[in-house]
């Protein structure tokens, strides 16, 4: 048979008599019915508010079956809840659906794989209100998986053609915060075998019993760190892991407003929340104030662990919150990447860094991810974004054979009205300004007379993130309310920052350099006078007692951060006249 051979779509509306009538209804509902009644297949159960009101949510059943009339019975007469199946058939307004998925070509591992793509999406999607089946199984090696990814197109484009209000775009969630740190994500081979490791240790380690373990994966930005740890964090979760008959006590942590709005969803969608306690998505300091040392979690997750604090600030009345966090885990697992160190009360002490890598080292537990997952760009080009550190030069950019487009704009207009452009495409709608903190901003009280906080440069003028939401109706703030910046609509007119944009990506990242980056006598130089970064460019007192500033390598981690943000492409507009046409040059 033909690879393009079509897929075979089922529907049917679940009312109080179906159950009765399936097996009759696909028989003459299909021509083909013996794939769908004598083969895997996969199903999917949608239910609806009775309301049918348009901006009500979805809550989904993805599963797969050899036999699904009988698993399909077994699900509404004999599953732990049946009462709470049965109460989907009984609707004012609302008339919940099933969908059932045949192909020729589908086999056990196919359909598996099937079943945990379907979940990745529904998942990632923002009108799912909850997903509820358990956790997804991808697979590996099988015939025919070369063929996987265009059967699954043209399931989801068929599913598309029957429901385009429940079945998004694939853009649409693929852009979407929640699919990109998804743990139902196949992993590549690097992450895979990552992944087992970090298994492998937990379980030594839980059963050793005796000192506190650290496992240390380290990785430069868009490695695929989160989507690992997040993998990882929803297995041992999971009553069927394989570490211990029951879960495990387990907390995710991350210094970062952002990813923790898109941790607790997707720890709400998949019922982790609802089994386990709001606790399991927390900040490190709620979790370091809360947990007793001498009653400690089983495993402690640490996303972005190069935002944990190493002095005091606010809350935090600790010196150093990696420590603690690891007083109170019996295994931490930390995820880092030195260049997105970004203030001061970050840093980490080369002492303190070579103690905590030296730690893990001789422990077996330091874990490098080198495979770049986000930028689709070809090396030569990330190397080039690498290379702009302070007293280097700016080189030719080398030709990218992977389509990957680099832009350098004269003025701050043109480069936001391409970014608009380019979010008006349905292929790149996540794409947004971003710019280097140099410009003022106060989250303490507004600017007064109506005006925003924003970056200013002539007549040009953005305000800065979440400045923009303050105008807004309370329905349309509780629309966004779990969307992380940049897939709010209202901020295609916002100049995003570091501290929002920080392990996100972005379709097209539009970076504005501000003054704090200039180029002087053929080298980039960083200079934080002209930085409105107080939490970069201020003191920093050391373990001798001595104080010490470190402004320009922050500003360069910055800026770093900036430039690696884009999935297709990077426009950049810079305010130092001799930095924009050293790099209008560099890319010509």
């Not at 990785?219 to 008959?245: P, Q, W």
Request: proline share 4%.
């Amino acid at each position: 048979m033909s690879s393009t051979a079509s897929p075979i779509i089922f529907e049917i509306d679940e009312n109080t008599g179906f159950l009765n009538s399936l097996e009759s209804a696909i028989k003459n509902g299909v021509s083909k019915s013996p794939i769908l009644l004598n083969y895997p297949v996969v199903y999917i159960h949608e239910w609806k508010s009775p309301t049918n009101n348009p901006d009500d949510k979805y809550d989904i059943y993805v599963g797969e079956s050899n036999d699904v009339i009988q698993r399909t019975k077994e699900h509404y007469q004999n599953a732990s809840d049946p009462a709470k199946w049965q109460n989907h058939l009984i609707s004012d307004g609302a008339v919940p659906k099933m969908y059932i998925v045949g192909h020729p070509h589908f086999n056990k591992s196919l359909t598996l794989d099937v079943e945990n793509r379907l979940m990745d999406y529904v998942l990632g999607m923002s009108n799912i209100r909850t997903v509820h089946n358990g956790r997804g199984n991808a697979q590996r090696n099988y015939y025919p998986s070369d063929e996987f990814d265009a059967i699954f197109s043209m399931i989801w484009s068929a599913l598309r053609h029957r429901n385009k209000q429940l079945f998004l775009s694939e853009t649409e969630i693929k852009d979407s915060a929640i699919f990109k740190a998804s743990p139902l994500h196949k992993l590549t081979d690097e992450q895979e075998e990552a992944r087992k490791t970090i298994l492998n240790r937990i379980q030594w380690a839980l059963a050793d019993g005796n000192d506190r373990k650290l496992i240390f994966v380290e990785g430069d930005a868009g490695t695929g760190k989160t989507v690992l740890m997040s993998s990882i964090f929803y297995e041992l979760l999971d009553e069927r892991n394989d570490i211990t008959e029951l879960p495990l006590k387990c907390v995710l942590m991350v210094n970062h407003d952002e990813q923790i709005t898109v941790y607790r969803e997707i720890a709400r969608k998949l019922h982790l929340i609802e089994k386990h306690g709001d606790g399991i998505v927390m900040k490190p300091t709620p979790f370091i104030n809360s947990t007793d040392p001498n009653k400690p979690i089983d495993v402690a997750f640490v996303d972005e662990g190069h935002l944990l604090l190493t002095r005091g600030r606010q809350a935090y009345r600790g010196k150093n919150q990696l420590l603690d966090i690891m007083a109170r885990a019996k295994v931490t697992i930390i995820m880092f990447d030195r260049n997105q160190i970004l203030t001061a009360e970050e840093y980490w002490e080369s002492d303190f860094m070579n103690e905590i890598r030296t730690t893990a080292l001789e422990q077996g537990n330091i874990i490098t991810l080198s495979k770049q997952l986000r930028m689709s760009c070809a090396r030569t080009t990330l190397d080039w974004i690498n290379g702009f550190k302070g007293g280097a030069s700016i080189n030719n950019l080398p030709p990218d054979d992977t389509g990957y487009e680099v832009k350098v704009f004269d003025t701050p207009e043109e480069l936001h009205t391409a970014i608009k452009e380019k979010a008006a495409k349905d292929d790149s709608k996540l794409s947004r300004i971003v710019a280097s903190y140099d410009w003022e901003y106060s989250s303490l009280h507004d600017k007064g007379n109506g005006e925003y906080w924003g970056v200013e440069i002539g007549s040009f003028f953005l305000p800065w993130n979440r400045e923009l939401e303050k105008g807004l109706s309370r329905k349309e703030k509780r629309a966004i309310k779990s969307l992380a910046w940049a897939e709010q609509p209202q901020t295609i007119n916002e100049a995003g920052s570091t501290f929002t944009i920080q392990g996100f990506d972005l379709s097209y990242a539009g970076v504005i350099i501000g003054p704090s980056v200039a180029y002087r006598n053929g080298k980039i130089i960083f200079d934080p006078t002209k930085s409105w970064n107080e939490r970069a460019i201020g003191s920093r007192k050391m373990k001798d007692g001595t104080k010490r500033f470190f402004g320009e390598e922050l500003l360069e981690h910055e800026l770093h951060v900036l430039l690696t943000r884009g999935v297709k492409g990077l426009y950049i507009y810079a305010m130092d006249d001799e930095l924009r046409e050293a790099l209008k040059k560099a890319v010509k």
